[in-house]
């Protein structure tokens, strides 16, 4: 069984600056491995996929990088609407582990 | 407009079942592989179950497998999920979840990702 362990739990960061956000699985995935935003009482949204893919419609200062074990997520200039709960999810087999989240939130 | 809608969620007591519902439209659904991810109250996302296209290949978490069942009606563009012998810890918001193939040339690699989710239905286990 893969394991995803997210750093920090919680991250706070004034709007304008940079947040990174870190993913760590307990064995590779190559690069199959996504993102995926959630605000309060709204579904998962996909952000990235294939650890450094932007899907369709995400703004440029979202970007993904890493592969095998360690991912990082990086929101280069924090808008308002970007405070939410990040999760990474690998897909190298067919269960799809979720990491536990990481909260940004406004500081 | 691709979309997915949940339902048959409800308050159900210990020891009993459910069947959830997924309804896709706006895609070709028996294209697609499918997932249910549930969110307990307060909680992160866990993946629950994957069902191939065709159904040929299915997967559950150690948590349901044994209690949970996973199927789908393509003709009807409809996903499902039988929960029996519920638990308390199965209380959750239970969404469905469009998975979509892609294949990056560079790396020679296929990536998998669900692009397309429902909103949720509620899933209450409480005596």
């Known amino acids: 069984e893969i394991v995803m362990t997210q750093s920090p739990a919680t991250l706070s960061v004034s709007p304008g600056e940079r947040a990174t956000l870190s993913c760590r699985a307990s064995q590779s995935v190559s690069s199959n491995l996504a993102w995926y935003q959630q605000k309060p009482g709204q579904a998962p949204r996909l952000l990235i996929y294939g650890a450094s893919t932007r899907a369709t419609g995400i703004p440029a200062r979202f970007s993904g990088s890493g592969s095998g074990t360690e991912f990082t997520l990086t929101i280069s200039s924090l808008q308002s609407e970007d405070f939410a709960v990040y999760y990474c999810?690998?897909?190298?087999?067919?269960?799809?582990?979720f990491g536990q989240g990481t909260k940004v939130e406004i500081k | 407009e691709v979309q997915l809608v949940e339902s048959g969620g409800g308050l159900v007591k210990p020891g009993g079942s459910l069947r959830l519902s997924c309804a896709a439209s706006g895609f070709t659904f028996s294209s697609y592989s499918m997932n249910w991810v549930r969110q307990a109250p307060g909680k992160g996302l866990e993946w629950v179950s994957s069902i191939s296209s065709s159904s040929s290949y299915i997967y559950y978490a150690d948590s349901v497998k044994g209690r949970f069942t996973i199927s789908r009606d393509n003709a009807k563009n409809s996903l499902y999920l039988q929960m029996n012998s519920l638990r308390a810890e199965d209380t959750a918001v239970y969404y469905c979840?469009?998975?979509?193939?892609?294949?990056?040339?560079?790396?020679?690699?296929?990536?998998?990702?669900?692009?397309?989710w429902g909103k949720g239905t509620t899933v209450t286990v409480s005596s």
């Open positions: 999810q690998q897909y190298n087999n067919w269960r799809g582990a």
């Open positions: 979840a469009r998975v979509t193939e892609s294949y990056d040339s560079t790396r020679k690699q296929y990536y998998y990702y669900m692009d397309v």
